[in-house]
């Protein structure tokens, strides 16, 4: 029974992370594509991994610095969405702080810093299996019309 204590409304908004998270990775077929993987949600956050394949390597035999930036973005979409409700980036940046190589686990963590009305803004860092930053990405999300569960 719910009485309307915070750890009820805590519990609430960790499931409408997890249902709202799990949607938009259902539909996300770039993410998916690329192998990412939801490793953690909650309300305003999100953990996302991928790991460095032979075509996601450049010139350099280091990874695209692009993939870096689609993994970090994808973390940003899950947390900004973890709300429920339809979120989209309006803007982004990404810093690139260390080369990426084939075979290495990153894993993007995204956290919402401020949220007000219908925008917010997250940071994320992208970091290797040795716990390395290999990116720091910091993104500011709108919210448009609808929502991505229903509740």
Same mark, same amino acid.
């Given at each position: 029974m719910n009485d309307g204590s915070p750890g009820d409304s805590e519990a609430r908004a960790r499931l409408v992370a997890r249902r709202a998270v799990g949607a938009l990775y259902d539909g996300d077929r770039a993410s998916r594509m690329l192998g990412m993987k939801v490793e953690a949600c909650g309300p305003g956050a999100a953990?996302?991994?991928?790991?460095?394949? !032979?075509?996601?390597? =450049?010139?350099?035999? #280091?990874?695209?610095?692009? %993939? #870096? /930036?689609? %993994? !970090?973005?994808? !973390? /940003?979409?899950?947390?900004? =969405?973890?709300?429920?409700? =339809?979120?989209? &980036? &309006?803007? &982004? !940046? #990404?810093?690139? %702080? %260390?080369?990426a190589r084939e075979g290495d686990l990153l894993t993007a963590t995204a956290h919402e810093r401020w949220r007000t009305g219908r925008s917010g803004i997250y940071e994320i860092e992208v970091r290797n299996q040795r716990g390395e930053a290999v990116a720091l990405f910091r993104g500011r999300s709108h919210q448009i019309a609808g929502r991505l569960i229903d509740e």
């Open positions: 953990s996302v991994s991928m790991r460095v394949r !032979a075509d996601m390597v =450049n010139g350099h035999g #280091i990874c695209h610095g692009g %993939l #870096i /930036f689609a %993994l !970090a973005d994808s !973390a /940003f979409a899950f947390a900004c =969405n973890s709300h429920g409700d =339809n979120t989209v &980036a &309006a803007g &982004a !940046a #990404i810093e690139f %702080l %260390l080369p």
